[in-house]
């Protein structure tokens, strides 16, 4: 392990991993950063692999937190430690972390684009014998790694605790991070998803841990919940105060941002993209184009809101809300589908499927449902025409989904192409019971 007790060269990230690195939220950006430069760790989409499964809405800061962090459990088991030191005994402190090879991340003042100062997360990468200390923070009006900055300047900025001491979040060398930068992304993946985040799927269900996960949409009801009934806590004498500026944009896309680029990751990696079919590679875009459209427009309406703090466009700004939520389960589903295709194996199912030869029962021969039940993925998006399906039975179907599944179906509204494949039934049930559920 190398000490950072040395001299730092002072540079900033180039445009295309800067433009990634500020979609993060600023506290998850600092290992962004780091693993994907000091640990040569390309991979680094992967470690969001879970964060779509829902949220839990706030009232502070950030609107929302997600329900299942894998990668913040990661942290706290292997990277991070967390603990304070009085202001006296800041420059002792930092410096005993830094002989031992760690980085350290403190809490300080910088401003906004407008000047206004504000608290935030900042990067400590090292210090050296005349007690320098090099500073990288990245963000939308900072790009800047391992700057130096004198200790006299640093206390000035340091943001002490409400007790007067100094929060310290010691970032540790880690022989974990290091392992996952030298694997294939398959591997990495599994290793992950299975081995570091405890996920399986058992009977077609997601399990973290032995115990059943859902997709949940319950943060993002709760946050239109609040929008709906707290406009005065947006629009305050005229304006939108700047936390709630952060709150209507900022933190509702970095929520997302890591799970688009996730998905992106996959897509665009040979060694994961060939476990996908290619109607699932299809839905995944359509999926992620749409959510990245309702994101925009999310940022629009916060964007018009600042400018014109007016009742009207702050309906406007919540309705871009809303239809952002429109999408959660179709993204949730899609999501769930990559990580199925991506990790199913070693004698486990992708999917339940006692409901194929209920459903398809007199519809497909008993060979072909016993073969798309032995093989699930590879059948999935497969025309069930293809399966032997004859065309004037799709309205049977609906009538079997309406009886098994207790569902009421409008057939002059129906579109048949829910009918097209198995996966696109399974969509169409779990937004039936997401529905239901509401």
Not at 131 to 149: A, Q
Not at 220 to 232: K, P
Not at 274 to 281: H, K
């Amino acid at each position: 392990m190398t000490s950072n007790i040395r001299e730092f060269e002072a540079s900033s990230l180039p445009p295309d991993l800067y433009e990634r690195a500020i979609e993060y939220v600023c506290y998850e950006r600092n290992f962004y950063y780091i693993y994907s430069g000091s640990y040569g760790f390309e991979a680094f989409p992967l470690v969001h692999l879970d964060r779509f499964l829902g949220w839990r809405h706030a009232l502070g800061a950030e609107p929302l937190y997600p329900l299942h962090n894998g990668f913040a459990d990661l942290l706290d088991t292997y990277v991070r430690d967390s603990g304070s030191t009085t202001v006296e005994g800041f420059r002792t402190a930092l410096h005993n972390l830094f002989t031992e090879g760690h980085k350290v991340s403190v809490n300080m003042w910088v401003s906004h684009t407008d000047g206004t100062p504000y608290v935030t997360s900042v990067l400590l990468e090292g210090m050296d014998e005349s007690g320098t200390v090099y500073f990288t923070k990245v963000n939308e009006t900072l790009n800047r790694t391992c700057s130096p900055l004198t200790f006299a300047e640093l206390m000035e900025k340091v943001a002490p605790d409400e007790d007067g001491t100094i929060g310290l979040t010691v970032i540790k060398h880690s022989d974990v991070i290091q392992g996952l930068a030298g694997l294939a992304p398959a591997e990495a993946l599994h290793h992950l998803f299975h081995d570091l985040y405890g996920y399986r799927f058992v009977n077609g269900e997601l399990t973290r841990h032995g115990t059943p996960v859902v997709a949940d949409q319950s943060g993002l009801d709760e946050l239109l919940v609040h929008l709906d009934n707290h406009e005065d806590d947006v629009l305050v004498d005229g304006a939108v105060p700047k936390q709630q500026q952060f709150r209507l944009n900022k933190h509702v896309r970095n929520r997302f941002a890591p799970i688009q680029f996730y998905l992106d990751y996959v897509l665009t990696t040979p060694d994961l993209a060939a476990s996908l079919p290619d109607d699932l590679v299809a839905r995944t875009r359509a999926e992620m184009g749409g959510i990245e459209r309702a994101l925009n427009d999310v940022q629009k309406f916060a964007s018009l809101l600042v400018q014109r703090p007016e009742p009207r466009i702050y309906r406007m700004y919540v309705d871009s809300v809303r239809a952002l939520r429109s999408l959660l389960p179709a993204y949730q589903q899609v999501n769930l589908d990559v990580l199925a295709a991506l990790t199913v194996g070693g004698g486990e199912q992708a999917v339940k499927t006692d409901w194929i030869p209920r459903l398809f029962g007199g519809y497909l021969s008993d060979d072909v449902i016993a073969k798309v039940i032995g093989d699930y993925p590879a059948h999935r998006d497969v025309p069930l025409t293809q399966l032997g399906l004859d065309s004037m039975a799709v309205m049977g179907l609906v009538l079997n989904l309406e009886q098994i599944f207790g569902l009421q179906i409008d057939y002059a509204t129906f579109d048949i192409a829910t009918l097209r494949t198995m996966g696109s039934i399974e969509r169409y049930l779990a937004e039936a019971r997401a529905e239901a559920n509401a």
